[in-house]
């Protein structure tokens, strides 16, 4: 069935240091891609999305491209802040209907 | 402020004692869903609807139920609680009938049942 395999955490980063959380999705057909974010004690919030292969999703400094050949969509973001600290989400949607989360990746950036 | 509301944010009931969680969004979103996230596990899809009265199983239906007799609302019901339903519940919304738009999600329910 489809699904979404995103690395354990937690991660510990420095500030200004690069992240990468890498995702790794397994789907029939053409999913659209996300990654959302869970600040300490809120909801999930869209980060990115890409719809179809080569696409690349960005926002806040944060980028992942789609890549097809290699079934992945990692994050990454070249220089973190403090206020990223929270915990990264992967997920897919095949058809519209049904939505498939990651387990989530801890980040914690300190000073 | 366009938004989802879940209520309550805690809850400690005992087995076997019917509850609900009520959720609301003021988008006039079309798509609802229910979701319950897990140490280890991730968020996995209780309920979802596509429109008022449209309501399908997701992937760990069992033990609950839902509604969706207005576009606003779609409360999610626990009719005998039990302990494995111990979990953090997330309501979330979506505009023009699909997910793939993005959710909009509420802060949460953290649910104890003892």
Not at chain 1, 40 to 51: D, F, I, R, S
Not at chain 1, 96 to 103: E, K, L, R, S
Not at chain 2, 31 to 60: A, C, F, H
Request: hydrophobic residues 30%.
């Amino acid at each position: 069935g489809d699904s979404v395999t995103q690395m354990e955490g937690p991660v510990t980063l420095s500030e200004e240091a690069f992240l990468t959380i890498n995702c790794t999705y397994t789907a029939t057909g053409y999913p659209s891609l996300f990654w959302y974010v869970q600040y300490p004690g809120e909801g999930l919030q869209l980060l990115l999305k890409a719809t179809k292969a080569d696409d690349k999703g960005s926002n806040k400094g944060f980028e992942a491209t789609y890549r097809k050949e290699t079934t992945s969509f990692h994050l990454e973001k070249g220089s973190v802040q403090v206020s990223d600290s929270a915990v990264y989400f992967c997920a897919l949607s095949p058809t519209g209907n049904q939505f498939y989360f990651g387990t989530g990746t801890s980040l914690t950036v300190i000073p | 402020e366009a938004q989802v509301t879940q209520n309550p944010r805690y809850l400690i009931t005992v087995t076997g004692k019917k509850l609900t969680v009520t959720c609301s969004q003021n988008m006039n979103h079309e798509y609802m869903s229910w979701y319950r996230q897990d140490p280890g596990l991730g968020l996995r899809q209780i309920y979802y609807s596509m429109n008022v009265e449209v309501t399908d199983k997701g992937d760990v239906p069992e033990g609950y139920k839902v509604s969706r007799k207005e576009k606003r609302n779609f409360p999610l019901i626990l009719e005998s609680p039990s302990p494995n339903q111990t979990s953090l519940y997330f309501c979330a919304s979506s505009q023009l009938g699909s997910p793939v738009y993005g959710y909009t999600f509420g802060s949460g329910t953290r649910l104890t049942v003892v």
